[in-house]
């Protein structure tokens, strides 16, 4: 995954589909151990969803 001039990134259509990321859902990173991790945010309990 390639990252833009702008710091954008596309989501790949499995994980988009996995994770239910439709136009206008949230998303955030996350920095772990590991990298970063990408969770949708769950907009109706304000926190983010098991990804």
Avoid at 6 to 32: H, M, Y
């Amino acid at each position: 995954m390639r990252v833009t001039e702008k710091g954008q990134v596309t989501i790949p259509k499995e994980i988009r589909d996995r994770l239910g990321i439709v136009p206008g859902s949230e998303v955030d990173f996350v920095a772990s151990s590991k990298g970063a991790l990408l969770v949708r945010v769950d907009a109706a309990a304000g926190r983010t969803g098991d990804p």
